[in-house]
């Protein structure tokens, strides 16, 4: 009996950690499942940026990182896993890309360094998104609706100009800008090139730094350098401040469900992270 080949045990792993025995249908209960299942299971996390290490994003690397070693990454390493399950389930989906205005005006014209996917069933088009941190939405959203539609989590509306298209989150009730992005076809140049300076540009907002996000049942767990919140839906977010290294260390495995990169620079680079003012 032949063995099977690692992308298909990858796969199997994928669908178990998300909780299914056997590959589901292709149909949209199951896209909007996939997704809350995924973003409730797998971190958004820089530990590698903090390292400041490379970050490969090739899909075996990922699937290594990711399924194998515990650990869980940004979008361009998780939006690709979530795709490559996506299409191997039967969906019609591709990836695409978009540039993050979050925390600035919506006209803001960022470098294109975040990854989506675009997937469509029955003629509907929709947005899918694993990868985008704290605010990550917790379902698919449909791409020609501009009016509020409701998640587990928050509100989304998407609003689009001359092939442009803005998500917006309801936040505290008011809407805020998340990114901005297109329907332009992407190769994995593209993918490369704005990796390559999400990890590597002296500008990135991840080098060297620590962000960390993880969905629960009604709140959002969020990790920013040295500060950790729980945003509830409904009632006040709760926050405080991490002063020491080893607590912050033994939150990402307890909270975040990390399992910790053996690199000896990891407790040095947290500390020295701990000990630098917030800009």
């Not at 971190?43 to 070693?69: C, G």
């Not at 020609?144 to 989304?156: I, K, L, M, R, W």
């Not at 730094?209 to 729980?230: D, E, H, M, S, W």
């Amino acid at each position: 009996m032949s063995q099977d080949s690692p992308r298909l045990t990858h796969s199997r792993l994928y669908l178990q950690r998300l909780g299914y025995d056997a590959p589901p249908p292709p149909t949209l209960q199951t896209l909007a499942e996939l997704q809350l299942r995924h973003v409730s299971t797998f971190a958004f996390e820089t530990l590698s940026s903090l390292l400041r290490l490379p970050v490969p994003i090739d899909l075996p690397s990922v699937e290594q990182k990711v399924l194998l070693d515990g650990r869980g990454g940004y979008c361009y390493e998780l939006n690709q896993m979530f795709l490559a399950l996506l299409q191997e389930l039967g969906f019609e989906a591709r990836g695409i890309t978009g540039r993050v205005i979050m925390g600035g005006p919506p006209d803001a014209l960022t470098p294109r360094t975040h990854r989506l996917s675009l997937v469509t069933l029955d003629g509907v088009r929709y947005i899918t998104d694993v990868g985008f941190g704290g605010m990550v939405p917790s379902s698919p959203l449909q791409l020609d609706n501009e009016q509020p539609q409701a998640t587990p989590h928050e509100p989304y509306r998407l609003t689009v100009k001359e092939g442009s298209y803005t998500l917006w989150a309801q936040v505290g009730g008011e809407w805020r800008g998340l990114y901005v992005f297109d329907l332009q076809m992407q190769a994995h140049f593209d993918y490369e090139i704005g990796n390559w300076y999400v990890c590597t540009h002296p500008e990135s907002p991840f080098l060297g730094q620590l962000k960390v996000a993880l969905i629960g049942p009604g709140l959002r767990r969020t990790l920013n350098n040295g500060n950790y919140a729980v945003h509830y839906l409904g009632r006040d977010s709760e926050k405080r401040s991490i002063e020491d290294a080893d607590q912050l260390l033994a939150l990402l495995e307890n909270s975040f469900g990390l399992r910790l990169p053996e690199d000896p620079q990891l407790r040095p680079n947290v500390v020295k992270m701990l000990s630098t003012p917030s800009a």
